[in-house]
């Protein structure tokens, strides 16, 4: 894992507390990460907790010219190794399931050629619509490897599958990726 560098999407779930400890999982074993946070993401977890955690400033915005004269998802996309994003809402989902890039983490991703992870959280209900099994299908057959929600106890008080996978979980297949890359 020793510097790579990995880019964590972070988008506006609550299980993006959990994003924290991957990220900091990820730092110690010698990754350099940066983090794309959507802008719902920020309603659930602070930027400063992740460019604390990565010693980088998190990106948010598609139009930094002083930091991305390129533009952003381009630079970012080129020096990424990987790409997971966790939490993966049923709206991110969506998006790049259907090719939509109406922000830097949906851009991004579209710009992005190597390996990419999702990791979806979602209530058990949203999780079982056949409208979100069509893009998760969909995103496995174009490729993006899904690491799949468990069952457990879900932010609307009810036990259900929906529950973002654990940071060891998803930690453990980033690791499979970045071996399968030497």
């Known amino acids: 894992m020793t510097d790579t560098e990995i880019l964590i999407g972070v988008t506006g779930g609550i299980a993006a507390y959990k994003t924290a400890y991957l990220v900091s999982q990820l730092v110690q074993q010698g990754g350099r ?54 939490p993966a809402t049923a709206n991110f989902l969506a998006k790049a399931a259907q090719g939509i890039a109406d922000d830097l983490l949906s851009t991004t991703y579209l710009a992005f050629g190597g390996p990419v992870l999702f990791a979806p959280a979602m209530n058990s209900e949203m999780w079982s619509k056949p409208a979100v099994q069509r893009n998760v299908d969909q995103l496995r057959h174009d490729g993006v490897t899904i690491i799949d929600p468990v069952a457990g106890w879900l932010s609307c008080r009810q036990q259900g599958l929906g529950r973002m996978a654990e940071p060891e979980a998803i930690l453990e297949e980033i690791e499979r990726v970045v071996a399968s890359l030497s």
Do not use: N
């Open 33 to 86: 990460v940066s983090v794309i946070m959507t802008s719902s993401a920020h309603e659930f977890i602070g930027a400063a907790t992740f460019a604390a955690l990565t010693g980088r400033p998190v990106c948010d915005d598609s139009f930094d010219a002083q930091q991305y004269p390129l533009g952003a998802h381009i630079t970012l996309a080129q020096q990424a190794s990987l790409l997971c994003v966790a």
